[in-house]
């Protein structure tokens, strides 16, 4: 006798969510289009959990939702003021830890991070500010790397490897030394194969990956958060296509 | 029916550009009516240097040089509620740029390896505040009650700030709309 495979479901805040079989958290709250806060997710990318961004309470328990495995009768707490304050202090940590200046990044207004912090009513950086000294890459004639806005949430190391097929990025370092490498003899970006279309060159959630030459082709009242709220789901396309202008 | 007295409010720019000040008077004429329930205490506005005891300070620009540290701490001395406006007032903004160099190679750079300078050489007059090593957020010098965002933030930020400190409530900024650049 063949029986019917148990509808299975967890419960996100007050949901009852389906998931098949090998769905992360995050994966069957984006198919049901709950949002859970997130930077270093992208779907069809392997999840890694490094931003922390995504942290639910799983009956109780803190865990990332990108890299936990969705399991029957999980009651889990996501759009909480505890998390979402837990959140803002990561997401100042975030740009305290870097060099963050919106006003003169060419990002801004595309920017996830930046869109993240409107989300989650961020005002101000809260900690001591750090400003790195980190080295800028314009090596390359067409992509810029601007170390100073990295958040090391590897997703260009990722698919550079998973969906360009090449090997162009890495994290070297560990904790407070932690930085974004190129794997090239000479470190630079020009010595490697990396290309404009590549989606590594694309995806970057801050501003330290750029397409040279179209960092204004949208002006500042059109660009993706112009139009969007980072907390509508299924924005990654626009992410990777860019904010246009009118005409282009 | 007996009106209440009016809040005094000063307002300064540290290592800003005056473009917070700017986007304030861009509230036009609704600074006629603010203007029935706010007097301006020390502010460029209205040219007054002594700064008075005041119920609001708006502070824009971070902290570059030891007049912006002296300003700033007298500012928080003197106002009930002190308030950091602005990108660079929040997190140094444009200005702490030069962070990622020494102050030494900032001044060698400005006045001794400019191309055609007479008399090339850093200023040292004994009027001129000393430089700080960094550019901090006021934050990091004093303690600040309220946050306002922007570069600038707009004149309707502003006018919806003030209007809920009047009213006497507790200003809700970012409910509504929030930018940094």
Redesign the interface.
Known sequence: MVTEPESKFIRIDDREIPFVHGQTIMDAALAAGVYIPHLCHFPGITPQGNCKLCTVEVDGKPLTACTSPAAAGQRIRNNTPELNEARKALTQML??EG???????EK??NCPL?AM??HL?????HF??Q?P?REVDASHPTIMLDR?RCILCSLCVRASREVDGKNVFAIAGRGTHASLIVNTASGKLVDSDIEPSDLAARICPVGAILIKEHGYDAP?GKRIFDQHKINEIGLEKIYIAGAKSDDS | MTHKPKLKLATTSLAGCFGCHMSFLDMDERLIELLEHIEFDRSPFTDIKQLDHCDIGLIEGGVCNAENVHVLRTYRANCRILV?VG?CA?????P??R??FSLKECLEEAYVKTPDMINPHIPDDPELPLLLN?V??V??VVK?DY???G?PPSADTFYRFLSELIEGKEPQ???VE????
């Open positions: 740009f305290i060099n963050h200046i919106c006003p003169s990044c801004t207004g930046q912090a409107y009513g961020m005002l101000h950086g001591p500010a400003f000294v100073d500042i | 950091a990108a929040i997190n140094g903004g444009v702490a740029l962070n990622h960094k901090y957020p934050h990091e600040i946050f306002l965002p570069c900024i970012g409910k929030l930018r940094y650049d």
